[in-house]
Every structure is written in structure tokens, then in C-alpha cells.
């Protein structure tokens, strides 16, 4: 299992998707620690942290990453993910 979004957090914290995904979902399902690759948050560098997620998730489902299944919370506003509607961020190119 790998994560395609996460909140900056520390572990548990409920503003983490981790956390919601281990209580509702992981927490019953037949998967060991290691097959959980979760998003490295807690890093002091954000950004390396980012592209080493980014390496592994080629090396656990090739380059580009293929997954089998995608699941995507939908937020009350519409958002899914972290892409809130009328955030600067969807307009870059």
C-alpha cells in the first residue's frame, strides 16, 4: 500500500491521512508493516524526503509507477486529494 496524499504531521496525529487509513482500513487488512509504504512526513527535508518516496515508489511498481488501485478521498468542497478548488497550485504548468 502507498499513499498518493498526505498532511504534514507527526505520527497518529489526526490530521493525518495515515492515521485514518491504519484505523479504517490497514488495521484489519492482512498486510504487514512492510508492505505499507507510507508518505515520510516526519523528515526534516521535505523536499529529498519527497523524491525518495518518489524513487521507491518506482522501484515497488516500475517507472513510471503503475498501482492497481488508487483510492482518493473526496473532501466536502469537491477536493480530492489535496487539491482544493481555487488553489493557486492548479494553475501552474
Do not use: K, W
Not at 504531521?9 to 505499507?36: C, F, I, K, W, Y
Not at 512526513?41 to 492497481?68: H, K, M, R
Request: glycine share 6%; with cysteine; charged share 20%.
Amino acid at each position: 500500500m502507498a499513499q498518493v496524499d498526505e498532511r504534514v504531521a507527526p505520527p497518529g496525529h489526526p490530521d493525518r491521512n495515515l492515521t485514518h487509513l491504519r484505523e479504517s482500513l490497514l488495521n484489519h487488512a492482512p498486510l504487514r508493516a512492510e508492505q505499507v509504504y507510507a508518505m515520510p512526513v516526519e523528515a526534516l527535508n521535505l523536499e529529498a524526503a519527497a523524491s525518495q518516496y518518489a524513487e521507491t515508489l518506482c522501484v515497488i511498481a516500475g517507472s513510471p509507477p503503475v498501482f492497481d488501485l488508487i483510492h482518493l478521498g473526496l473532501g466536502p468542497d469537491g477536493h480530492m486529494a489535496s487539491l482544493v478548488p481555487g488553489d493557486p497550485v492548479l494553475r501552474r504548468h
